[in-house]
Nanobody, 120 residues
């Protein structure tokens, strides 16, 4: 059974940083990108970032402007999202995903999400 389990979410003050982790189990995603997608309250889900199996290729949403960094540790079957300079508008549920392309419509597997509140 494939599972993606996020951790590292929680309340963070504006301007602060947080690192999310996603541990995958049940299979090794050599043919998938691993990525992060978020859903803010009252809004649609939006793609943030994805990374290839080798880690050599990364994708980012333009609006992130270099504040977030994705990485992975294949030995641990884990992908990370380092988030810096967080803003109240970054408040959302952050989902880990295994994708065939860096777009939401190409997600094959979803995690359950982790909440990141950034109070104003």
């Amino acid at each position: 059974q494939v599972q993606l389990v996020e951790s590292g979410g929680g309340l963070v003050q504006a301007g602060g940083s947080l690192r999310l982790s996603c541990a995958a189990s049940g299979r090794t995603f050599t043919r998938h990108l691993m990525g992060w997608i978020r859903q803010a309250p009252g809004k649609d889900r939006e793609f943030l970032s994805a990374i290839s199996w080798t880690g050599f290729t990364t994708y980012y949403a333009d609006f992130l402007k270099g504040r977030f960094t994705i990485s992975r540790d294949n030995a641990k079957n884990t992908v990370y999202l380092q988030m810096n300079s967080l803003k109240p508008e970054n408040t959302a549920v952050y989902y880990c995903a295994a994708l065939t392309e860096p777009v939401i419509s190409r997600v094959d597997y979803w995690g359950r999400g982790t909440q990141v509140p950034v109070p104003s």
